[in-house]
């Protein structure tokens, strides 16, 4: 599975995307900071599972209609910062799609997510992390799940790291950092969090019309849910 994952800096990098996943053969597609209103339903050969609509600036989430299906689809309004209570530009930060694979028969999770800007705490962007992480594996009991996005978080991703371990996820950095934009706020700001998922590698793509720049997941399913199997024999 490639999973780009791509902050669109207020809907300005939206043209882009087509050309984006032709190039990188992407299989999903999980946007940030896009207009639902401006998305359409197909995109390089994706098909949109779902964009929020409660947002000033959205979520949206593309599969490849010929390898997936989506089963179910779920997004989430997470505890809120200062910035979203007076400026409201996002409502919900975390959208989820239970993917049906055609051809291997079993089901994943992927998500679409968008931390608290970096006017907020860190101990907050945890709380939305864990909280985002915990309403995944209530979308699928047991499946392998990835969520990729604008984690807002460029200092102590040690101490990130460790608290997503303790949820039983893996936190995964790119090649290269993400965001360019102010010199003193440069680094790691999109990445991966996964469980049931092998992670090949996370490579950062040249920059486009954002501020950041998009990542491309490449993960392979370590070992389906045995419930997932179980429901595919019976089917």
Known sequence: MRV????????????????????????????QECDSADMPDTLGGL????????????????????????VEVRSLALKKSLHDRVLKPAEERMLGVRLHDIDEGHEVIVASFHAAPL?????????????????????????????????NYPVFKEHLGQKV????????????????????????YDFATSVGFTIDKVQTLPQGLSDHLPILVTAEVTEPAAGARAADLAS
Do not use: W
Not at 6 to 30: M, P, S, T, W
Not at 167 to 180: F, H, I, K, N
């Open 165 to 188: 371990r303790e949820q039983g996820y893996e936190l995964s950095l790119s090649d290269a950092r993400t965001y360019t934009r102010y010199r003193f706020f440069r680094g790691h």
């Open 47 to 70: 098909r949109l599972a779902e964009a929020t609509q409660r947002n000033r600036l959205g979520l949206a989430v593309y599969f490849r209609e010929n390898t997936y299906r989506a």
């Open 119 to 151: 006017t907020a705490l860190n101990s907050l962007r945890r709380h939305q992390i864990r909280t985002a992480l915990s309403e995944l594996q209530e979308l699928g009991p047991g499946l392998p799940a990835l969520m990729v996005g604008d984690f």
């Open 4 to 31: 780009i994952s791509y902050n669109l800096r207020k809907h300005r990098a939206a043209r882009e995307l087509g050309g984006l996943v032709e190039r990188h053969g992407a299989d999903v597609l999980c946007l």
